[in-house]
């Protein structure tokens, strides 16, 4: 089955010459099926190239899927035009009574920031308590992860004495989660940070801080079920899987890193050559790509076995 996509949304036609099924919201009107809510909150500056990875990983699943994106209202993006934001994207205020079945929460580019320093911090935490009440379950990525684990735990983030970049091998701790049907023993992922968070912090965790968890849901402990000798820990799921914290970026398509890496280049930054990415270590000779396979079973599983299995058919009864 699609992906129900805005009308227009410049991924459907990227995605269409790539044979990935996307449908737009006019042909969706004529079929008579309950598709899954899912909204995405957009927090990367580049937004049209995160929406078209999110969508490419998103589209492998015999589910309907009805994507909406949703932005903040306290920050403006500088590097995606006005007019797409306003035709594709909703304020959190607007969507603040509905209800969805998975929510995706991006990284950003604040690392360097204390969590209470970046601007939208307010309004990102009150989309957290939110997501706990409305949404079945959440993915948060990268620097959400961070701030998500921070936020509702108390875990913090260190910085590190240079950025983690590559593509490293993952081990999953608990390969008998619906999360990991189908996993190898190792599997790869992107990573692309300047700040980590430890094992230790997470299993220091005794309760939430976060106001929003209730005193059922407090028996369900942080767990990391996925780490890398190389690049720490990359997993973890909290609340019987309606909350992953995910720092890599399983969704980065092939020449995600290699522009990143060109562009800091380019700047004058410091940068190292990304690991277990390019075909012998030279840029030249391009990527190998190690990590499709595994970035669309991750979320095909999170989407069948955490959202679609576990939401309610009547939307409106989510807590």
């Not at 008998?176 to 968070?197: A, K, N």
């Not at 909290?238 to 970026?249: D, K, Q, V």
Request: glycine share 4%.
């Amino acid at each position: 089955m699609p992906l129900t996509l805005p009308d227009r949304l410049p991924a459907i036609s990227l995605l269409e010459k790539e044979n990935i099924f996307v449908m737009g919201s006019t042909r969706a009107a004529t079929q008579d099926i309950r598709p899954l809510r899912i909204v995405v909150l957009n927090l990367m500056p580049i937004k049209i190239t995160t929406e078209t990875d999110l969508i490419r990983v998103l589209s492998n699943t015999p589910l309907q899927l009805d994507l909406t994106f949703m932005k903040i209202k306290s920050h403006t993006s500088k590097n995606t035009p006005v007019e797409h934001m306003k035709a594709f994207y909703k304020d959190f205020e607007l969507l603040r009574d509905e209800k969805f079945d998975g929510m995706i929460i991006t990284g950003a580019p604040v690392e360097h920031l204390d969590f209470e320093e970046v601007t939208y911090w307010n309004e990102m935490t009150d989309i957290f308590d939110w997501a706990r009440t409305h949404v079945t379950s959440t993915l948060y990525i990268c620097w959400a992860a961070q701030a998500g684990l921070y936020y509702h735990y108390g875990v913090p983030k260190h910085p590190l004495p240079a950025k983690m970049f590559g593509i490293f091998p993952q081990k999953p701790l608990v390969p008998s989660l619906p999360i990991f049907r189908g996993f190898d023993d190792l599997f790869f992922m992107p990573h692309s940070r300047h700040t980590e968070i430890r094992r230790k912090d997470i299993e220091a965790v005794t309760a939430p801080v976060s106001p929003s968890l209730t005193v059922p849901e407090e028996a369900h402990p942080l767990t990391v079920i996925a780490e890398s000798e190389e690049s720490g820990v990359s997993i973890v799921m909290a609340r019987g899987g309606r909350e992953f914290f995910i720092t890599g970026h399983a969704e980065y398509s092939p020449l995600t890193l290699d522009t990143e890496y060109r562009r800091d280049l380019a700047k004058g930054l410091p940068i190292d050559i990304p690991r277990h990415y390019y075909r012998a270590d030279n840029p030249s000779l391009g990527p190998v790509v190690t990590w499709r396979a595994h970035a669309n079973l991750l979320f095909t599983n999170w989407l069948n076995y955490y959202v679609y299995q576990e939401t309610p058919y009547n939307i409106e009864s989510i807590h």
